[in-house]
């Protein structure tokens, strides 16, 4: 997986992650656009960085600011551990925060506390 063009789709939503400049990171159908294609680069932990093709910025959470996207900086906020959860499906936690990302029809693209639900399941 390095350095290779992803996209995810979220199991319980069947949304991709999609970022551009007019509507930021969301989560929406999935389209084959760029703007939900992502460079996954993997560090030498095992972590990973998401950058997006059609903005450049990367996937990024803090407690001060939530889930967005901001210019690429090799920092933790924007590292995230892959974890194996089912036959072809992962979660994506953040390595500063903790927190898995997650979707859902009410709440939208959120990082939010890891459980177990199709909600935090990508394929």
């Given at each position: 997986f390095r350095d290779v063009v992803n996209i995810s789709q979220n199991r319980a939503t069947s949304a991709g992650i999609d970022e551009s400049f007019a509507y930021g990171v969301r989560g929406y159908g999935c389209n084959d656009s760029n703007f939900q294609k992502w460079n996954v680069h993997v560090y030498n932990d095992a972590t990973r960085q998401l950058?997006?093709?059609?903005?450049?910025?990367?996937?990024d959470d803090s407690l001060q600011y939530g889930l967005r996207?901001?210019?690429?900086?090799?920092?933790?906020?924007?590292?995230?551990?892959?974890?194996?959860?089912?036959?072809?499906?992962?979660?994506?936690?953040?390595?500063?925060?903790?927190?898995?990302?997650?979707?859902?029809?009410?709440?939208?693209?959120?990082?939010?506390?890891?459980?177990?639900?199709?909600?935090?399941?990508?394929?």
């Open positions: 950058r997006s093709l059609a903005t450049g910025r990367c996937l996207t901001y210019g690429c900086n090799n920092s933790e906020f924007q590292s995230w551990y892959v974890e194996t959860i089912g036959r072809n499906l992962i979660s994506l936690s953040n390595q500063a925060t903790g927190r898995c990302l997650d979707d859902s029809h009410e709440y939208g693209l959120r990082t939010y506390a890891c459980h177990t639900s199709n909600y935090q399941a990508w394929s």
